[in-house]
């Protein structure tokens, strides 16, 4: 089966409509980050959810460590899931359960090392999808994501064989080697931000070609 693919880092109304076009099953919507690609304002991110049709998925991708803050940011842009890019500090999962219950809630799990296995597996018990990058919260300036980086995929590979909930990868995933990645990892979906953009901007022809190269797989 061919993974569900995301864009992320969707910074206008028209990415989205090109993004939706080309095969995008996900759109990556980044609020304020202490760092990496592609933040938008919320209020910017709320226009786009409005545009977004089922059952295509928005994700708010937040920083935000208080489960009651990512609730309040949540209800401000009305997205379908929620990308927690760093761990969840205060609060609990419980909390969306509760108070947000039809809203998915994904978790980032940033692969650095062997231990990162046992990370993912706890809190596959508690939300709805794991999501595998490459990024370091353990430094100065946190990096939450969009650092086109490839992590160990055979860690990567080990979560999803056993993980009780689907796992997407991000993390250095480009044309020349999402074959390769997903014959390494047979992730559920993968996620992509800087390998389709130029400058910045969605790339149309790096889209077009991700997309024919992935239904080829």
Not at 12 to 35: C, D, N, R, T
Not at 77 to 102: C, K
Request: aromatic fraction near 6%.
């Amino acid at each position: 089966m061919i993974p569900k693919a995301k864009i992320c880092c969707i910074s206008s109304l028209f990415e989205a409509k090109q993004a939706i076009s080309y095969g995008a099953s996900a759109l990556g919507l980044v609020a304020k980050m202490p760092s990496g690609p592609g933040s938008i304002s919320d209020e910017l991110i709320r226009e786009i959810v409005l545009t977004i049709p089922p059952p295509i998925a928005s994700f708010l991708l937040t920083c935000r460590i208080d489960s009651l803050e990512i609730i309040k940011h949540q209800k401000t842009v009305n997205s379908n899931v929620i990308q927690l890019v760093d761990a969840l500090q205060t609060g609990s999962y419980d909390d969306f359960r509760r108070e947000i219950p039809a809203v998915k809630i994904v978790q980032v799990i940033h692969v650095i090392a062997e231990k990162s296995l046992d990370e993912a597996l706890e809190i596959s018990e508690k939300v709805d999808v794991l999501l595998l990058d490459s990024g370091n919260p353990n430094l100065a300036v946190k990096e939450l994501g969009g650092t086109g980086r490839i992590h160990n995929w055979a860690i990567s590979r080990k979560i999803v064989e056993q993980s009780k909930v689907p796992v997407f990868l991000a993390g250095g995933l480009k044309t020349e080697n999402i074959r390769a990645a997903i014959d390494a990892v047979q992730p559920f979906g993968i996620d992509l931000c800087s390998s389709v953009r130029t400058d910045g901007k969605l790339d149309l022809y790096k889209l077009e070609a991700f997309f024919n190269e992935l239904n080829r797989i």
